[in-house]
C-alpha cells in the first residue's frame, strides 16, 4: 500500500477534505488507481479563500463506463459533506498515457469544476492542459503514488509558451466578441487576472500564480495597466461587487494588448 501524506497542505480543513477524497477514489478505482496529487495555487503559497482546490488522479487506464458513473456518484457525495470547501474541488482523472504528455488523439478525460451543482464531465484536456504537467513536475505535491516526475516528460518554456495560445486566442476573443460576459466584477476579475497570467508565461517561459503573475505584470507592462490590475485583485476576493463600465472597456483593451503582445 503506497504511503499517504496526511498534510499535504498548511490547512488542516483542505486536508481533512482531501484525505476523504482519496478515501473514497481508492474505494471506487481500486487497482486502477496510481496516484493522487495537487497543483495549482496550493503549491505555489497563494492559497486563498478565492481559490479552487486543484487535485489530478492518474490512473492505469482510461475512465469510462460503469467506473465514470462510480466516480460522478461519489462526486455527488463529497460536494454534499458539510464544508463551503467541498464544492471548491477541481479535477482530472487521467491516465498514465495520457499524463505523459500531450496528445490530441487521447484528450477526453473525467473532470470536475469548482461550484455549487458541478458534477464529474467528460472534457477536453487540449494543448493548454500541457500547463498543470509542468506545475505538477515542477512544485506538484504528492498525496499518495510516485513522484509525478517519474509519470511526465519535462515541458520545456517554449511548450508553455504554446500551450498559453489556444486560451488566448480562443478564450480571450470570444470575450471580445461578447464583451456582456465580463460585465460583472468577478469575472472581469478574473478574466484581467488570467491574462497577467498568459503573459507572464510568454514572456518568461515559466508559470506563475494569479497574484505573483499579477505583481509581475504590474511592475512589467507600466502604469497603463496597474490600476486595472490592482482592482482585479480586489475584485477577485468580492465578486459581488459593482463594476465600472469603464473597467469592461479597459479589460477589453487588456485582451487586445494580450493578443497582439503574443504575436510579437
Partial sequence: MPTINPDPTTYPDVNTLLIELLK???AVLGNHFIGMYLDGSLTSGDFDLASDIDFVVVTDEDIFGDLFLALQAMHERIAAIDTPLAI????????????RRYDPEHAL????????GEQLKMADHSEPWSIHRYVLCQRGIT????????????VSPDELRQAMLPTLHGWAKHILNHPDEINGRGYQSYTVLTLCRILYTLQTGDVASKPAAARWAKETLGEKWASLIDRALIGRQNGGLAIDPKDVTATLDFIRYAIESSQQ
Fill in 88 to 99: 471548491q474541488l477541481e479535477g482530472s482523472y487521467i491516465s498514465k498515457h495520457a499524463v
Fill in 24 to 26: 473514497n477514489i481508492q
Fill in 143 to 154: 498525496i499518495t503514488g510516485p513522484a509525478p516526475q517519474t509519470l511526465i516528460d519535462p
Fill in 109 to 116: 478525460h473525467p473532470n470536475i469544476e469548482r461550484g455549487e
